[in-house]
C-alpha cells in the first residue's frame, strides 16, 4: 500500500529555517513526481513545489521560490522540503503528495515569535 | 498559471441525493485531473485521478468525468459521511492548482 509519512514540522520564529522529510513506501519510488502541498489554518490547499522522479527539475510556486528548496533521494525513498527565510505567512499543515496520487497525513508548520 | 475554477462553493444536500461537482481549466488538461475529499483535521483522501478512475477502495457511487476543460465529480447517493470538503487539482504541468473547493454540507 502507497504511504507517505511527513515529518520535521515545528514551531519556529520568522527569519528562520526547517527541513521537511517524506518517508515514502508502497511503490516504486523513482517512478514518480513528488510534491509538497499545504493548507493554511481554515484556508484551501496551495501546491508549494514539485520535483520530478530521478531529480533533477525541480518546481516551485511563486510565493515559495528562492526560499524553499525540494529534493530527493531516491536510494532511501525520500524526499525533503528545506525552507529558509520562513514567514508569518507560511504557517501551515504541509503536506507530502505522488503527483496526481495519494498524500500523506501532514506535519505541522508554526512561524510565530 | 492553468487556473481551476470550482461550483458551486457550498452545497446544501441531504442523505441518498445525487451530488454533482463541476471544475473548469483555464486551459485544456486532457485528463490529468484529480478529485480529492478532505474532512476536518483529517488530509485530503484521493477519489479519482485521471479524470475518471477511482482510487483503491472508494466507492463506486463516486464517478469523475470530462476532458480537456470541464470536468465533474459526482456522487451518486450521498451518504453520512461523505459531508466535506471536496477539491479538484489538475496535474497536467505545474504549479499543480486546486479548485477552490466545494463544501457539501448537510441540508
Known amino acids: 500500500e502507497v504511504q507517505l509519512v511527513e515529518s520535521g514540522g515545528a514551531l519556529v520564529q520568522p527569519g528562520g529555517s526547517l527541513r521537511l522529510s517524506c518517508a515514502a513506501s508502497?511503490?516504486?519510488?523513482?517512478?514518480?513526481?513528488l510534491s509538497w502541498v499545504r493548507q493554511a489554518p481554515g484556508k484551501g490547499l496551495e501546491w508549494v513545489s514539485g520535483?520530478?522522479?530521478?531529480?533533477?527539475?525541480?518546481y516551485y510556486a511563486d510565493s515559495v521560490k528562492g526560499r524553499f528548496t525540494i529534493s530527493r533521494d531516491n536510494s532511501k525513498n525520500t524526499v525533503r522540503l528545506q525552507m529558509n527565510s520562513l514567514r508569518v505567512e507560511d504557517t501551515a499543515v504541509y503536506y507530502c503528495?505522488?503527483?496526481?496520487?495519494?498524500w500523506g497525513q501532514g506535519t505541522l508548520v508554526t512561524v510565530s515569535s | 498559471d492553468i487556473q481551476m475554477t470550482q461550483s458551486p462553493s457550498t452545497l446544501s444536500a441531504s442523505v441518498g441525493d445525487r451530488v454533482t461537482i463541476t471544475c473548469r481549466a483555464s486551459?485544456?488538461?486532457?485528463?490529468?485531473l484529480a478529485w480529492y475529499q478532505q474532512k476536518p483535521g483529517k488530509a485530503p483522501k484521493l477519489l479519482i485521478y485521471?479524470?475518471?478512475t477511482l482510487d483503491s477502495g472508494v466507492p463506486s457511487r463516486f464517478s469523475g468525468s470530462g476532458s480537456g476543460t470541464e470536468f465533474t465529480l459526482t456522487i451518486s447517493s450521498l451518504q453520512p459521511d461523505e459531508f466535506a470538503t471536496y477539491y479538484c487539482?489538475?496535474?497536467?504541468?505545474?504549479?499543480?492548482?486546486f479548485g477552490q473547493g466545494t463544501n457539501v454540507e448537510i441540508k
Open positions: 503528495a505522488r503527483w496526481g496520487g495519494r
Open positions: 508502497g511503490f516504486t519510488f523513482i517512478n514518480y513526481a
Open positions: 520535483i520530478n522522479g530521478i531529480g533533477d527539475a525541480t
Open positions: 486551459q485544456s488538461i486532457g485528463t490529468w
Open positions: 485521471e479524470a475518471s
Open positions: 487539482q489538475q496535474y497536467n504541468n505545474y504549479p499543480g492548482t
